[in-house]
C-alpha cells in the first residue's frame, strides 16, 4: 500500500470494494479509481492505442490520455473513461482496454517493433498493394490490433436528461478565480450559474498546500461554497461540465448526475445536458500541465508534477517510492516542497535551469535529493513500470538512480478551448510561456490560469475583478469586492521542455502514439502547418484532444522548421471540451420517444378492431384490421376493398391536415394557393385543389370546401400539414398582407372519418341526427354542410371520394370521435386502414405520396388543364417552362400486366418491349402497385415518357433488385369506373 | 443563436424555421422567365451582412426578417416581415 497515513480529503472511516481486471481492491470514498489504484500499488492501467506501449496514470484529471478504462459491465459498459475522473463508488468494476490476452503481457506490443510501419501517415503509404488486401485483410488485422475500448453492445439502460438556465452570470470552474468570480458577482444579487467539473469545489485548492485568508485552500473553498449558498440567486452544478460554447451567450454543459453511482436512483437521469443562456461568462477552467518529450516519457511512473501534488495532498497517495522531480522552472519546487512536508525521501531534483534560489536550495537539502541543476534525464528504466532513471548533469556525468515515480514539471498551458469554440485564436505569449486565449466570445472574460495567470494571490484578485465586472455589466453594480487574501510567492513561468537524448520513443501524444520521430516525418514531408500536421499524424486527434502534448507537438514542429511558436501558432479547439455520451444529447428522444407519437381520436376503437398500425409522420395510422382466419396482410386489405365496393366501410382519416380560413378575401387567398379556381366556388360545396410550389412543381393536394361566404375549411395530406400550413403564412404574411385572411389549423379539433361504398348513404343518414336530408338531391355529389348528430353535436360532411365510390367524410369534434366510429360501425359499416385506401385509389388513378414526390408537375399528373390561366398563383409562371412542358416528360399512366399472375413491383423502370436493359433506355418508373381485388390483377400506377399518348403499348418493368421483368400494358391511371358513375351515385 | 423575436422577446434558434434571403420582390405574373429565375433561383451568398426570413414556428408563428452577419452571428435586427 503507498497510502500515506495522514490527510488528504478521503473518508478513511469507510472502505469501498472494487474490481480492476478481475482483481478486488479497496479504497475510500473521496478515491478517484486512478488514487484507489495507485493506492493499492497498481501502477500499469492500459495499454496504448497502437504499439500497445504499457501506460500508468500520467495526470489527475479529464486530460488522462492514458490511463482509460472500460467502465461496468453489461449494457452499463462505457469506453475510454479517464481513470482520474472516476468516483470510486462501491463495487465498481472496471477493467483494462486494447490488451491481449492480459495487460501485463500483451501480444500486440510486437507492433512496437513495427513501428516503422505505423508511423504517422501509415495510412496512406503502407499497406497499399495489392488494393483487394486493404478490406480483407489489413484493415481488419489493424482494428484487432489498434483501437481502444469496447461499447456495449445492448441498448442503454439509463435515461438522459435535458434542462435549460437562464443567468446573468456563468462561472466555468470553481478554482480560486471560479470561487471568488462567483462571490463577488453572487453578492451583488446577480443570478450565478457556477459550473464545477468535480464532485466538490475547489479546483487547484484541494490538491495543493495552500492558505487563503488565514485558511487552508480546502477550508477556504468549503467556506466559500457555504457564502455562496447564502446568495439568493446562485446556482451550484457540480459534475458538470462545460463542454461548448455557442453564439449569443448559450453554453452547453454536461452534469453526470448519477455517474458517481453504481447505477441511477429511480427515476434519476444517468445525465444531464444544460442548455445555458448567460449574459455574461467568467471562464476560470484553470490549466493543464503539459507533458515534457524525452525518450520513454510514456512509462507507468512518469506523470505530470502537479498531478503527484494532486495525489499526495487530495488523495494521500504516494504514487511511487523515492520520486524523482525532474523541473523546467520554479512549478516542480512545489512538489518537492510536498515531499519534504510529508515527510517523503526524494531520490533526486533535476532542474533545467543553471541557478536556482536559496529557498530552493534548502528544500533539495530538507528533501534529501541529489539535485541536478542544468541535467536532464539520459535513460528510462522498467518498461511496465519505472524502477530508475540514468541521470546526467551539468557536465555529462552519468548515474543511475532508483526510483518508481518521476514527477516532471514542463509548464502549465491554460485551458484556452472554450474561449476558441467561436473562432477565437489563443496567442502566444512570450511572457507566461503559453497559449492564452486571444479574441474572446462576445461576454466573456477569463480569469486566474485560464488566463496564463498562474499565483494564487493573483488568481483571487482577478477572479473577484471577473465575477464583479460581469456584474456590473448585466446591471448589479456595487463597491469593488473584498478579495480574499493570499500570500504566495512569485513564480517564473516554465519553458516548454525537451529534454533532448535518451532511448526510446519521445511521445507528444500518449493517446494516439504519436512521437517526435512522426512530427519530424511530417515536417520532412511538407506537412508543416500545425493543421496539416494534426491531420498527418493525428496529433492531438484522440479524445483528449491534446490537452497535455498538443503545445508539445508544436513545440516541436517549432523547433523543427526553426519558427516561434507565436508563428507556428496552434491547432483550432471545437467543441466538445471532453467527450459526451450521445445518449445525453438524444435525452429522452430515443426509441418510441424519439419524436412523439400522435393517435387518432378513433386509436383505441381501431386497436380493438385488431388494426395494425403504421407510422407516417408521427401519426400511428392503422394499416388494416386482421380478423379471425387471415394469415397475410394481403387477405385483411383485399377483404376490406371488397367490402367498400360491395357495401360500405369506414377509414380514418383524422390525420389529414385541416386548416380553417376565414376573412373577405380568403377566396382570392385560396385563388392564390391553388392551381384552380376557388373564388367561385358556391357555399356549401367543396372542390379538389393542387398546389404548386413556386419552381412550377407539384407540393401538395387536398379538398377545400366553403362552409360560409367568408370561412373555408382545407385539407392538406397527412404528411405536408405543417408545411403547407407554414407556406400559407408565408404567403400571407410576405407576398400579400394586405390580404384580410385569417387561418389556423384544426387537424387536432376535428376528428374525420371517410364513410365509402354503394351503402354509404344509409349509414350517414343512420349516424347524422334524425331530420337531415342526405339524399343525392339534397346532398350531391362534392357537397359540403353543417349538421348534427349524437344528439346535437355539430358534425361537418363532405360528399367527397377517393375510393372511388359513393362516399362521404364526416367530421366532429375530437372529444366525440370514437362516440361518433362507434356508430358508424354500428351502422354496419367495415372498418378498412390504410392500405385498403390505397388500393382503391390505385384503382382511381389518385396520385398520392408516390407521386406526389416534388419532381412532378400538375402536367405529368394529368392535371395540366386544371391550371387556370385567369389568374396568377403560386407556381403559375415557372410551371410555363418549355422543359416541364415538354410532352417527353414521365407522366402518369396506368399499368397492367399483359400475363394474369405477373406482380408489379413500385420503383421498377419502364423501358420500351425490346430495348435492352441500360440506363439509356430509361423511360420512367413504377410509382404505386396494389393487388386490385375488383381487375384480380396486380396494377400500377407510373410516370412514363410521353405516356398519356402511349395507352395500349406494350412496356417492359424491369426490376433489377427483385429480379421483376413483367410486361405491361400502358392503359388509364383509372381503372374502375371511369365515368364516376358511382361516386355520383 | 439567440433570435430577438420583435412580438415574443429573445430566444433561442430552435424556435425558428429558416427560409432563406429576404428582400425578394415577387415579379409580376406576367415579366419575363429570367425575373422569375432570378427570384426563384438566385441568391446572394453574402460573407458579411444579410438579411433572412426566419419563421418563429414555436412561438408567435410570425415570419420576421432577422439581419446578421454570416461570419459572427451578430443580430443587427429582427423585425415582422409584414411591414
Known amino acids: 500500500m503507498t497510502r500515506i497515513s495522514t490527510g488528504g480529503l478521503i473518508d478513511r472511516s469507510k472502505t469501498l470494494r472494487f474490481r480492476f481486471d478481475g482483481t478486488n481492491y479497496s479504497g475510500r470514498p473521496g478515491d478517484t479509481l486512478a488514487s484507489a489504484l495507485l493506492a493499492n500499488g497498481v501502477r500499469l492501467m492500459g495499454r496504448s492505442f497502437k504499439y500497445h506501449r504499457p501506460r500508468g496514470v500520467l495526470s489527475a484529471g479529464p486530460e488522462e490520455p492514458s490511463a482509460l478504462v472500460e467502465l461496468r459491465s453489461g449494457a452499463r459498459r462505457e469506453p475510454n473513461i479517464p481513470a482520474p475522473v472516476v468516483e470510486l463508488f462501491h463495487g465498481l468494476e472496471a477493467s483494462s482496454q486494447n490488451r491481449f490476452p492480459s495487460l501485463g503481457f500483451d501480444l500486440m506490443a510486437v507492433n512496437g517493433l513495427l513501428a516503422p510501419l505505423f508511423s504517422a501517415g501509415f495510412y496512406y503509404k503502407t499497406f497499399m498493394w495489392p488494393a483487394s488486401w486493404w478490406e480483407k485483410l489489413y484493415e481488419p488485422l489493424i482494428r484487432h490490433a489498434a483501437g481502444l475500448g ?34 463577488a458577482a453572487g453578492r451583488r444579487g446577480a443570478r450565478v450559474v457556477l459550473c464545477e467539473s468535480g464532485p466538490l469545489l475547489g479546483g487547484r485548492l484541494l490538491a495543493e498546500h495552500t492558505e487563503i485568508d488565514g485558511m487552508p485552500g480546502p477550508a477556504w473553498a468549503a467556506a466559500t461554497e457555504a457564502a455562496l449558498r447564502d446568495c439568493p440567486g446562485v446556482t451550484i452544478l457540480r459534475r458538470t461540465t462545460v463542454a461548448a460554447v455557442f453564439d449569443h451567450g448559450s453554453y452547453v454543459a454536461v452534469e453526470r448526475v448519477a455517474d458517481h453511482k453504481p447505477v441511477p436512483d429511480s427515476h434519476e437521469p444517468r445525465q444531464r445536458v444544460w442548455r445555458i443562456v448567460a449574459k455574461r461568462c467568467v471562464l476560470a477552467a484553470g490549466a493543464f500541465e503539459r507533458l515534457a518529450t524525452f525518450g520513454d516519457n510514456d512509462r507507468p511512473g512518469v506523470m505530470l508534477a502537479g498531478a503527484v501534488r494532486t495525489y499526495l495532498n487530495r488523495y494521500a497517495v504516494l504514487p511511487g517510492r523515492a520520486p524523482v522531480v525532474a523541473t523546467s522552472g520554479d512549478d516542480g519546487w512545489r512538489t518537492v516542497a510536498d515531499c519534504v512536508r510529508l515527510g517523503i525521501g526524494v531520490a533526486a531534483i533535476i532542474d533545467r535551469r543553471s541557478e536556482i534560489t536559496s529557498q530552493q536550495r534548502q528544500l533539495a537539502e530538507a528533501s534529501g535529493a541529489q539535485l541536478l541543476l542544468g541535467g536532464r534525464i539520459a535513460r528510462v528504466y522498467g518498461g511496465t513500470g519505472l524502477y530508475g532513471l540514468d541521470v546526467e548533469d551539468a557536465a555529462g556525468k552519468r548515474q543511475f538512480v532508483s526510483t518508481e515515480l518521476l514527477a516532471v514539471a514542463g509548464g502549465w498551458n491554460p485551458a484556452v478551448q472554450l474561449a476558441c469554440h467561436l473562432g477565437g485564436k489563443p496567442v502566444w505569449s512570450e511572457h507566461t510561456q503559453a497559449f492564452v486565449p486571444g479574441t474572446l466570445p462576445p461576454g466573456m472574460s477569463v480569469a486566474g490560469a485560464a488566463r496564463g495567470t498562474f499565483g494564487l494571490a493573483a488568481a483571487l484578485a482577478e477572479g473577484s475583478a471577473a465575477g464583479a465586472a460581469a456584474a456590473d455589466g448585466t446591471g448589479f453594480a456595487g463597491s469593488a469586492p473584498a478579495v480574499p487574501r493570499a500570500d504566495d510567492a512569485a513564480t517564473t513561468p516554465a519553458p516548454i521542455w525537451f529534454l533532448a537524448g535518451g532511448r526510446g520513443k519521445a511521445f507528444v501524444d500518449f493517446q494516439h502514439d504519436v512521437t ?15 493543421e496539416h500536421m494534426k491531420r498527418y499524424t493525428t496529433h492531438g486527434m484522440a479524445t483528449d484532444q491534446g490537452k497535455t502534448g498538443g503545445v508539445a507537438g508544436m513545440a516541436a514542429m517549432a523547433a523543427l522548421t526553426g519558427r516561434s511558436m507565436a508563428e507556428t501558432g496552434t491547432t483550432l479547439h471545437r467543441p466538445p471540451y471532453t467527450p459526451i455520451a450521445i445518449g445525453a444529447l438524444a435525452g429522452h428522444h430515443r426509441g418510441k ?85 376557388f373564388s367561385t366556388l358556391p357555399v356549401g360545396r367543396v372542390r379538389y385543389g393542387t398546389m404548386l410550389r413556386e419552381d412550377g412543381f407539384v407540393f401538395d393536394d387536398g379538398t377545400t370546401a366553403r362552409l360560409a361566404p367568408d370561412r373555408w375549411v382545407m385539407t392538406t395530406t397527412t404528411a405536408n400539414a405543417p408545411r403547407v400550413l407554414q407556406h400559407m403564412e408565408f404567403v400571407h404574411q410576405v407576398l400579400r398582407p394586405d390580404w384580410r ?7 387536432d379539433q376535428w376528428a374525420q372519418f371517410a364513410v365509402a361504398g354503394p351503402r354509404a348513404r344509409s349509414v350517414i343518414a343512420a349516424v347524422l341526427d334524425a331530420g337531415f336530408d342526405v339524399s343525392d338531391a339534397a346532398f350531391p355529389f362534392m357537397a359540403a354542410g353543417n349538421f348534427t348528430s349524437l344528439g346535437g353535436v355539430e358534425t361537418r360532411l363532405f360528399r367527397i371520394s377517393f375510393s372511388g365510390e359513393q362516399a362521404y367524410e364526416i367530421g366532429v369534434p375530437s372529444a366525440y370521435g370514437d362516440a361518433l366510429v362507434r356508430k358508424i360501425a354500428a351502422a354496419g359499416a367495415v372498418p378498412y386502414g390504410l392500405e385498403a385506401l390505397s388500393v382503391m385509389r390505385i384503382e382511381k388513378g389518385h396520385p398520392a405520396g408516390g407521386e406526389l414526390n416534388g419532381q412532378t408537375t400538375a402536367m405529368d399528373l394529368g392535371m395540366g388543364r386544371m391550371m387556370s390561366s385567369k389568374k396568377d398563383f403560386i407556381g403559375r409562371a415557372m410551371a410555363q417552362r418549355p422543359a416541364l412542358r415538354d410532352p417527353q416528360r414521365p407522366a402518369l399512366v396506368g399499368l397492367k400486366p399483359v400475363k394474369a399472375g405477373d406482380r ?76 364516376g358513375v358511382r361516386l355520383r351515385g | 443563436m439567440r433570435i430577438p423575436c420583435p412580438h415574443c422577446g429573445e430566444r433561442g434558434n430552435d424556435e425558428f424555421f429558416y427560409l432563406g434571403a429576404a428582400g425578394l420582390t415577387r415579379p409580376a405574373a406576367d415579366a419575363q422567365p429570367e425575373a422569375w429565375h432570378d427570384y426563384v433561383y438566385l441568391r446572394d451568398n453574402p460573407a458579411g451582412k444579410h438579411s433572412e426570413l426566419w419563421q418563429h414556428a414555436h412561438g408567435c408563428r410570425r415570419w420576421l426578417v432577422v439581419t446578421r452577419d454570416t461570419r459572427t452571428h451578430a443580430v443587427f435586427s429582427a423585425v415582422d416581415a409584414t411591414p
Open chain 1, 516 to 530: 517526435t520521430a512522426d512530427i519530424a516525418q511530417a515536417q520532412q514531408e511538407g506537412f508543416v502547418s500545425v
Open chain 1, 150 to 183: 469496447r461499447a456495449a453492445t445492448e441498448d442503454d439502460p439509463d435515461s438522459y436528461d435535458r434542462a435549460h438556465l437562464f443567468c446573468d452570470v456563468l462561472v466555468v470552474g470553481s478554482g480560486p478565480a471560479g470561487l471568488a468570480a462567483a462571490l
Open chain 1, 904 to 979: 408489379l413491383r413500385a420503383g421498377a423502370h419502364l423501358l420500351p418491349r425490346t430495348a435492352t436493359h441500360r440506363i439509356e433506355n430509361d423511360q420512367g418508373w413504377i410509382s404505386s402497385v396494389a393487388f386490385s381485388p375488383s381487375l384480380n390483377s396486380w396494377i400500377g400506377l407510373g410516370l412514363l415518357a410521353n405516356g398519356p399518348a402511349r395507352h395500349g403499348e406494350i412496356i417492359r418493368t424491369l426490376d433489377p433488385v427483385r429480379g421483376g421483368n413483367a410486361l405491361a400494358e400502358v392503359v388509364s391511371p383509372c381503372f374502375i369506373d371511369p365515368d
Open chain 1, 593 to 677: 420517444d424519439f419524436r412523439p407519437t400522435r393517435r387518432t381520436p378513433a386509436h383505441d376503437w381501431a386497436a380493438e378492431q385488431g388494426a395494425s398500425f403504421v407510422e407516417t409522420g408521427p401519426w400511428l395510422r392503422a394499416e388494416w384490421f386482421t380478423q379471425p382466419g387471415e394469415r397475410t396482410w394481403l387477405q385483411s386489405c383485399t377483404r376490406e376493398v371488397n367490402a367498400v365496393r360491395g357495401g360500405v366501410g369506414v377509414c380514418d382519416v383524422s390525420t389529414l391536415g385541416k386548416i380553417e380560413i376565414v376573412g373577405p378575401d380568403a377566396g382570392a387567398f385560396l385563388d392564390f394557393l391553388y392551381i384552380n379556381t
Open chain 1, 741 to 747: 385572411v385569417a387561418f389556423v389549423s384544426v387537424t
